[in-house]
C-alpha cells in the first residue's frame, strides 16, 4: 500500500502520463516519493525522477511555464546532473537527467538497477526494486538516505 499524500498523488497523475510520452530513454522515480510507492512508512515532500540527460531536455521545454528557474539543487559537491525543478499544484518535481553521484574521489553515475512498476490509480509507475532503493540510498549516504534505507530494510521480501 502506498502512503503518498493527496497533493503527490495528484502531481503523480499529472505528470507520470507525460513521462510515458515524452521520455524516450528508461526514467523511474527515486528518493523520498519512490520507497513509500513500494510500501516503506515515510513521507515525500517532493517527486524526485531520474532520466536521461535527453529526456531532461525534452521535459525542461515540455513543463517550461512550471519550471524554477533560480532553484539550485542542495548537495552539488555530492550530486550533479542535468537539473531542473519543477513546481506543480501539488508538489514539487525535481528532473535529475544523467545524475551523477561523487564517491571515491570521482564521478559516477547513478544507474537505478532493477525497476519495477508501482500501480497508482491506474498509472504503471517506475522504481527501483526495494533491494536497489537500499543501495541507492545507501550509497547516497547522507542521513536521510540511511534512514530511508532502514525503513526500506524493515518490508523484508514482502515487496518486489
Not at 101 to 117: E, T
Amino acid at each position: 500500500m502506498s502512503h503518498l499524500s493527496p497533493a503527490l498523488y495528484a502531481t503523480l497523475a499529472e505528470i507520470v502520463p507525460d513521462l510515458h510520452v515524452h521520455c524516450v530513454d528508461p526514467w523511474c522515480l527515486i528518493g523520498s516519493a519512490a520507497a513509500p510507492l513500494l510500501g516503506a512508512q515515510t513521507s515525500a515532500a517532493d517527486l524526485d525522477v531520474l532520466t536521461s540527460r535527453a529526456d531532461a531536455e525534452v521535459l525542461m521545454a515540455h513543463w517550461a511555464q512550471w519550471r524554477e528557474p533560480a532553484f539550485t539543487p542542495p548537495d552539488a559537491d555530492r550530486f550533479r546532473s542535468h537539473f531542473a525543478r519543477f513546481h506543480f499544484p501539488g508538489a514539487p518535481v525535481e528532473v535529475m537527467g544523467a545524475l551523477e553521484l561523487h564517491a571515491d574521489d570521482r564521478w559516477q553515475p547513478v544507474l537505478p538497477g532493477k525497476l519495477v512498476l508501482a500501480g497508482v490509480n491506474g498509472l504503471a509507475v517506475p522504481v527501483p526494486s526495494v533491494e536497489e532503493q537500499i543501495r541507492l540510498c545507501e550509497s547516497f549516504g547522507r542521513p536521510k538516505d540511511l534512514q530511508r534505507a532502514a525503513l526500506l530494510k524493515q518490508l523484508g521480501g514482502e515487496r518486489p
